[in-house]
């Protein structure tokens, strides 16, 4: 990570004046008291009451709250590379602050500093005044806390200056979709395939645990000062090494995401030009091989981006992008009359571990509803609100396994657009709607695994941006090779659902429920915890172990 944003560091120069404005209008005249930066995991000048070792906000990694927020507003765009904030700067404005810009200064120049706060560095963040405004200062809009913890005490908030600034309903609500509705969508016909029409069920029950467990990690958070996201949680549960653990779950599933979309991006260029090949060297690349290159080579300046709000304002678009793939699909089957005399089976418990982990894909969106719930104006609203997100998501789910499997029956491929005719319009409109998609959500997921390793980079190269684009880089460039060495979409996608997924959404949020909250809850939660941690546990072993053994046979 790069060391300050006077030293042209990874985001834009005027922003860190908007911070310091802040200060110097915050109620303590200037100190920072922990709400400053909902973005920073790591502020060093937090209220008296937080500014100890056992803070919350830490620990690595500490841009994680900043990184995720990219996924839950759109922010207003502003293009800018590595090292390069004179475009940046253009953009940048006090009132159009928002995910990335405002508290990012705050993030970095912490990133450079011990984990654990110093009493010098409180001195000299107090002191920091602004130099030059290019806009006269605001005060910020402050509000207070509408959350309580558990036992009943007001607590201190430390999200009083949410994303973008603040989310009302029916952003959280678009935002809730927006994370739900992905790449998963394009398997539901193949799950059905894989498990039967009884396997539908599997789809309903996880869309309830899901919900369920997304209120857990609600009073997670209501439980202490502090608590912001889903590796906080994990630290007021499990200590350090339940914050370092979620975390590397975490970024294992965005990584194993940016895996699947060049898989994806693959087979779909390849349905579209199956004849596409290149020689070079003596050595032959097919159209799989060629389209997951130049996919690469595409996504990789992206990754690069100073500043990730283009991308975000782009790829809020994503919940359009998957109702038009889906009205495509019913039109080939009711306007172009494909057809739909597939009747299916009734259930193939054979292959029906690999519809678990595909059904369970379907709910990964655990990760990000912390950052959505601590950025609500009105957080009383969370539990609808996330109950109408999965309720239209699992219907839309459901409505595409149905309308896929008895389309394509038996012959249902891991990606529906694949059995689409290809000399059909509405074929075309499927195909490239999938194709673009992924183009402006592989930098924003894989942005958060970049950022956390930039994190460990000396304090002493922080102001040299090769190793942040080195670090970019290279992550691209091993999606892509994992890509090529296991080139099966469904089952990595049935993989990811299993091993990471299940941990994520079922397990992991009934874990720290019952550790922070012992004590304070019924034997009817703490049964339903149980029960939902068996599951989990049973689904994820039996998903991941078939997923791994078709991916082994189909390599052989």
């Given at each position: 990570?790069?060391?300050?944003?006077?030293?042209?560091s990874?985001y834009?120069?005027?922003e860190?004046?908007d911070v310091?404005?802040?200060?110097?209008?915050s109620?303590k005249?200037?100190e920072d008291?922990?709400?400053?930066s909902?973005?920073?995991?790591?502020?060093?000048?937090?209220?008296?009451?937080?500014?100890?070792?056992s803070?919350?906000?830490?620990?690595?990694?500490?841009?994680?709250?900043?990184?995720?927020?990219?996924?839950?507003s759109?922010?207003?765009?502003?293009?800018g590379f590595?090292?390069?904030p004179?475009?940046?700067?253009?953009?940048?404005?006090?009132?159009?602050?928002?995910?990335?810009?405002?508290?990012t200064?705050?993030?970095?120049?912490?990133?450079?500093?011990?984990?654990?706060?110093?009493?010098?560095?409180q001195?000299?963040?107090?002191?920091?005044?602004?130099?030059?405004?290019?806009?006269?200062?605001?005060?910020?809009?402050r509000?207070?806390?509408?959350?309580?913890?558990?036992?009943?005490?007001?607590?201190k908030?430390?999200?009083e200056?949410?994303i973008?600034?603040?989310s009302?309903?029916?952003?959280?609500?678009?935002?809730?979709?927006?994370?739900?509705?992905?790449v998963?969508?394009?398997?539901?016909?193949y799950?059905?395939?894989?498990?039967?029409?009884?396997?539908l069920?599997i789809?309903?029950?996880?869309?309830?645990l899901?919900?369920y467990?997304?209120?857990l990690?609600?009073?997670?958070?209501?439980?202490?000062?502090?608590?912001?996201?889903?590796?906080?949680?994990?630290?007021?549960?499990?200590?350090s090494?339940?914050?370092?653990?979620?975390?590397?779950?975490?970024?294992?599933?965005?990584?194993?995401?940016?895996v699947?979309?060049?898989?994806?991006?693959s087979?779909?260029?390849?349905s579209?030009?199956?004849?596409?090949?290149?020689s070079?060297?003596?050595v032959?690349?097919?159209?799989?091989?060629l389209?997951?290159?130049?996919?690469?080579?595409a996504?990789?300046?992206?990754?690069?981006l100073?500043?990730?709000s283009?991308?975000s304002?782009?790829?809020?678009?994503?919940?359009?992008?998957s109702?038009?793939?889906?009205?495509?699909?019913?039109?080939?089957?009711?306007?172009?009359?494909?057809?739909?005399?597939?009747?299916?089976?009734?259930?193939?418990?054979t292959?029906?571990?690999?519809?678990?982990?595909?059904?369970g894909?379907?709910?990964?969106?655990?990760a990000?509803?912390?950052?959505?719930y601590?950025?609500?104006?009105?957080?009383?609203?969370?539990p609808s609100?996330?109950?109408?997100c999965?309720?239209?998501c699992t219907?839309?789910y459901?409505?595409?396994?149905v309308?896929?499997y008895?389309?394509f029956?038996?012959?249902?491929?891991?990606?529906?657009?694949?059995?689409m005719?290809?000399d059909?319009v509405a074929?075309?409109?499927?195909?490239?709607?999938?194709?673009?998609n992924?183009?402006?959500?592989?930098?924003?997921?894989?942005?958060?695994?970049?950022?956390?390793?930039?994190?460990?980079?000396?304090?002493?190269?922080?102001?040299?941006?090769?190793?942040?684009?080195?670090?970019?880089?290279?992550?691209?460039?091993?999606?892509?090779?994992?890509?090529?060495?296991?080139?099966?979409?469904?089952?990595?996608l049935?993989?990811?659902?299993?091993?990471?997924?299940?941990?994520?959404?079922?397990?992991?949020p009934?874990?720290?429920f019952?550790?922070?909250?012992r004590?304070?809850?019924?034997?009817?939660?703490?049964?339903?915890?149980i029960?939902?941690?068996?599951?989990?546990?049973v689904?994820?072993?039996?998903?991941?172990y078939?997923?791994?053994?078709r991916?082994?046979?189909?390599?052989?």
């Amino acid at each position: 990570m790069n060391n300050s944003v006077s030293e042209n560091s990874f985001y834009i120069e005027s922003e860190e004046e908007d911070v310091e404005n802040d200060e110097k209008y915050s109620p303590k005249g200037g100190e920072d008291d922990g709400n400053e930066s909902d973005y920073s995991e790591s502020s060093s000048v937090d209220s008296p009451h937080e500014n100890r070792p056992s803070s919350f906000n830490t620990s690595w990694p500490q841009s994680y709250r900043q990184s995720i927020d990219m996924y839950s507003s759109v922010q207003s765009p502003s293009i800018g590379f590595l090292g390069t904030p004179s475009l940046g700067r253009l953009g940048s404005s006090f009132l159009s602050s928002s995910l990335t810009r405002r508290h990012t200064p705050e993030v970095l120049s912490n990133l450079i500093k011990p984990l654990l706060p110093t009493h010098l560095d409180q001195q000299q963040e107090q002191q920091r005044q602004p130099s030059s405004h290019s806009i006269p200062p605001t005060p910020p809009t402050r509000r207070p806390s509408l959350r309580k913890p558990y036992d009943g005490k007001p607590s201190k908030a430390s999200h009083e200056l949410p994303i973008s600034p603040q989310s009302t309903s029916p952003q959280a609500l678009l935002n809730g979709i927006n994370v739900l509705c992905g790449v998963g969508l394009l398997s539901t016909p193949y799950a059905a395939k894989e498990g039967g029409w009884l396997g539908l069920l599997i789809l309903l029950i996880f869309a309830v645990l899901s919900w369920y467990t997304g209120i857990l990690l609600r009073d997670c958070l209501d439980s202490a000062p502090g608590l912001e996201t889903y590796p906080d949680i994990g630290q007021a549960a499990f200590g350090s090494i339940g914050r370092f653990a979620i975390s590397i779950i975490l970024y294992a599933e965005l990584y194993a995401c940016c895996v699947d979309y060049i898989i994806l991006e693959s087979d779909n260029l390849s349905s579209l030009f199956p004849n596409a090949h290149i020689s070079f060297g003596g050595v032959q690349l097919n159209s799989h091989y060629l389209f997951a290159l130049m996919t690469t080579l595409a996504v990789l300046p992206t990754c690069w981006l100073r500043d990730m709000s283009v991308l975000s304002y782009i790829s809020a678009g994503g919940v359009i992008a998957s109702i038009l793939v889906v009205l495509c699909l019913f039109w080939i089957g009711l306007v172009d009359n494909v057809g739909f005399q597939n009747k299916g089976t009734t259930l193939n418990l054979t292959n029906l571990p690999v519809a678990i982990g595909l059904y369970g894909y379907c709910y990964s969106g655990h990760a990000v509803f912390p950052n959505i719930y601590t950025s609500m104006q009105k957080p009383s609203a969370y539990p609808s609100i996330l109950l109408v997100c999965f309720g239209l998501c699992t219907a839309l789910y459901a409505g595409t396994a149905v309308m896929g499997y008895t389309m394509f029956g038996e012959s249902t491929a891991s990606q529906f657009t694949l059995n689409m005719p290809n000399d059909l319009v509405a074929s075309k409109i499927a195909v490239w709607t999938t194709v673009v998609n992924p183009f402006t959500k592989y930098a924003l997921t894989l942005s958060p695994v970049a950022m956390s390793l930039e994190e460990l980079i000396p304090s002493n190269h922080m102001k040299s941006h090769i190793y942040a684009i080195l670090i970019r880089t290279g992550l691209v460039i091993s999606t892509l090779v994992v890509a090529l060495s296991i080139p099966f979409f469904g089952l990595v996608l049935a993989l990811i659902g299993s091993l990471l997924t299940m941990l994520v959404t079922l397990i992991l949020p009934c874990a720290c429920f019952l550790s922070i909250l012992r004590g304070k809850i019924s034997r009817l939660q703490v049964s339903s915890c149980i029960l939902i941690i068996a599951i989990g546990v049973v689904s994820s072993a039996i998903g991941t172990y078939s997923a791994l053994s078709r991916i082994v046979e189909n390599l052989r």
